[in-house]
């Protein structure tokens, strides 16, 4: 006999909101079962517990009674409650996840909500097929005529009865997982879209290109004639300012903690790609995902620790104590803060997003003993490296007065025209993403992803060098943190997005679920602004090194 494990959610898209199946008064399975979750699963909320319909392999049954209830005036309050949410219960059954709703609400031709009539579903057909001794694949039915009228408030005798029914197919056990793959025509959408990106992205590296290049010649052409010239004209333009693009930027420390955390960011980001597209996160391969960015935050903990404190050296920094707690706390500060506000929502409402004590003992030992000695380790080396920034002009002592600039060249302008494009690239990946996140669907096209990342890198890069480009053009020499800004606004735009997805794509409501889904894609989205942040200055730094190497500078 195999196990049956059972969990109750809300949708249509609440994935936080799960309580345990039996926080319901359904009946009981004598002794409780509670499934042994591993650490990730814990993080993802499932708690599971068996259930008490017994199936075993090939026998069927008909119409048999699991128990009888009497339920209390409060207890069909509560299953009314559920019903008109739209509550549904997800089992297992051989590791296979299948679902079913509470009941359903008769609201036909009744104008007035209170006139509606609830109906609790009491019988469930189990259809499970099978492969000579492997199950295959299994759905759960609700029949129609079983259902008890939980309208009003008084006390309800129910019997809960279940059907099994076994029908072998020919499919084999390898392919019983397809069936929760995205479907062909959804992937034609995506692949569309990525095909769509992919346009988007070699017109706008022609268009920047030609143009970028086309520019870039004709300035150095004349840079070269004023060279050659013996009057001593007045240098105008980027060059002109060539002693004062390579001053450093204001804050260093927190520059430079910022650059050592986006590039951490990054490489997370490739490493759980890596991990996607060899498999591992097959579908509900529970709590993988959530398990892999743990571990890998906690290994990758060095590479921000090395790069913060190895280019605030290069700055000429010398707090470099200071600059490695900044570095910790920078991303680990605000999501401590979101943990603490959600897991006492969760707490609450007893939901069982709400972590056990036990659980954030884990996290707090694996930051503890494992992300915090790495980067310090990491820290020290940066130290050690004696990297010294190479720049190819020399920085005069007086910085030079920046012009006045017209209002589309000021930096909040700027960071919009920068994220508007990369995110208008990607929009239509991250709504299936945020369905899959926030919804019941099954996320599974990691190589279409993937595209879409890579395609979202360049683009970032490409619109940051332009911007950059026309900044220094216009004698403006603060372009560091501008660079950062305008390539991580995409994350900007990304939260934005979330305003619409929550009011027109979602059914969310309430304390409980707006607080996590805005308070974890806050954490998200700053995450991806980081992130961005980090390549747009990456990308910057090389092109602005590149073309004063370029020419003549005094």
């Known amino acids: 006999m195999k196990s049956l494990f059972m969990l109750i959610k809300s949708v249509p898209s609440a994935i936080p909101e799960t309580y345990r199946y039996f926080d319901f008064p359904f009946c009981s399975s004598v002794p409780l079962k509670e499934k042994k979750e591993a650490f990730g699963e814990v993080l993802n909320g499932d ?12 026998s069927e049954k008909d119409a048999e009674i699991a128990c009888k209830r009497k339920l209390s005036k409060e207890e069909v309050a ?3 409650t559920a019903i008109s949410k739209d509550y549904y219960f997800q089992m297992y059954f051989d590791d296979l996840p299948f679902w079913g ?3 359903k609400v008769d609201n036909v031709g009744k104008a007035d909500p209170s006139d509606c009539k609830y109906y609790l579903y009491k019988h469930l057909v189990f259809e499970i097929f099978y492969n000579k001794d492997r199950v295959i694949e299994i759905n759960v039915r609700i029949d129609p005529r079983a259902v008890v009228d939980v309208t009003g408030d008084e006390p309800v005798d129910v019997d809960f009865m279940y059907t099994v029914k076994w029908k072998e197919i020919d499919v084999p056990f390898e392919k019983r ?15 569309f879209s990525t095909l769509n990106s992919c346009v988007t992205l070699l017109l706008l590296t022609a268009f920047l290109a030609t143009i970028l290049m086309r520019i870039l010649k004709n300035d150095f052409i004349k840079y070269a004639h004023d060279e050659e010239s013996a009057d001593q004209e007045e240098e105008t333009g980027w060059k002109s300012i060539h002693g004062d693009v390579f001053r450093y930027p204001k804050h260093k420390s927190l520059f430079a903690a910022a650059i050592g955390c986006g590039t951490q960011l990054f490489s997370i980001t490739i490493f759980i790609f890596i991990l996607a597209v060899v498999g591992v996160f097959y579908p509900y391969n529970r709590g993988a995902l959530l398990t892999a960015l743990v571990v890998i935050y906690a290994l990758t903990s060095g590479i921000a620790g090395y790069t913060a404190a ?13 600059n490695l707690l900044l570095t910790g706390s920078l991303l680990c500060g605000p999501l401590f803060v979101t943990f603490c506000f959600l897991n006492t929502v969760a707490v609450a409402y007893k939901v069982t997003a709400a972590l056990p004590f036990g659980t954030i003992v884990v996290i707090f030992l694996i930051w503890a003993l494992f992300s915090t000695p790495l980067l310090v380790l990491g820290g020290i080396a940066g130290k050690d490296s004696k990297a010294e920034f190479q720049a190819p002009c020399r920085t005069t002592k007086c910085p030079r007065d920046i012009p006045p600039l017209p209002w589309y060249r000021k930096t909040l302008h700027q960071m919009a025209m920068a994220g508007l494009l990369p995110f208008s690239a990607i929009y239509i990946e991250i709504y299936y993403l945020f369905a899959s996140v ?5 996320y599974t096209t990691y190589v279409i992803l993937f595209i879409v990342f890579i395609i979202l890198l360049i683009i970032t890069a ?5 911007l950059i ?14 660079s950062f800004l305008c390539g991580g606004s995409t994350g900007l735009f990304m939260y934005a997005y979330c305003f619409y997805f929550y009011s027109a794509q979602s059914d969310m409501s309430g304390l409980m679920q707006t607080s996590f889904f805005f308070g974890y894609m806050a954490c998200i989205c700053y995450g991806f602004f980081l992130m961005l942040g980090a390549i747009g200055f990456c990308a910057s730094l090389f092109f602005v090194c590149h073309i004063y190497r370029s020419i003549k500078c005094e």
């Open 47 to 58: 708690r599971l517990v068996s259930g008490p319909y017994r199936i075993d392999f090939l």
């Open 462 to 466: 490409f619109i940051t060098v332009a």
């Open 177 to 191: 997982l397809d069936k929760y793959k995205s479907s062909s025509s959804l992937r034609q959408i995506q692949w």
């Open 438 to 442: 926030w919804g019941h669907r099954i």
């Open 101 to 103: 709703f509470f009941g």
């Open 310 to 322: 190895s280019f605030y050296c290069q700055l000429e920094g010398t707090n470099w104590v200071r």
């Open 78 to 80: 509560r299953f009314r």
């Open 469 to 482: 480009y026309f900044q220094l053009a216009a004698e403006d020499h603060g372009w560091w943190w501008r």
